[in-house]
């Protein structure tokens, strides 16, 4: 996996386009793990070790996209605040 960039600050104000253009872009790549690794536990359920470990995955990148959705809400939020 590639190294995570900086995180923005909930609620800084930034042009609309830059937020929603990197916000689309980190879910997608979070989205793509999540996708590829549900197959991958699909295909290897008879290894339970190796498919507890994809399903750890799986949460922790569906984890992420969460806290990036709750991110953009705080943003738009103090952007309409």
Known sequence: ?????????PGA??????????LAH??????TV???NARLV???SADAERSA????I?????QKALELIQQAITA?????G
């Open 42 to 44: 699909r295909r290897n």
């Open 76 to 80: 738009q939020d103090a952007s309409a």
């Open 53 to 56: 470990e994809l399903a750890a």
């Open 13 to 22: 104000r930034f042009p609309k386009t830059s937020i929603d253009s990197q």
């Open 1 to 9: 996996m590639s190294a995570e960039r900086p995180r923005r600050v």
């Open 58 to 62: 799986i949460e922790s990148q569906a």
């Open 34 to 36: 999540v996708m590829a």
């Open 26 to 31: 980190d879910l997608t790549n979070l989205l």
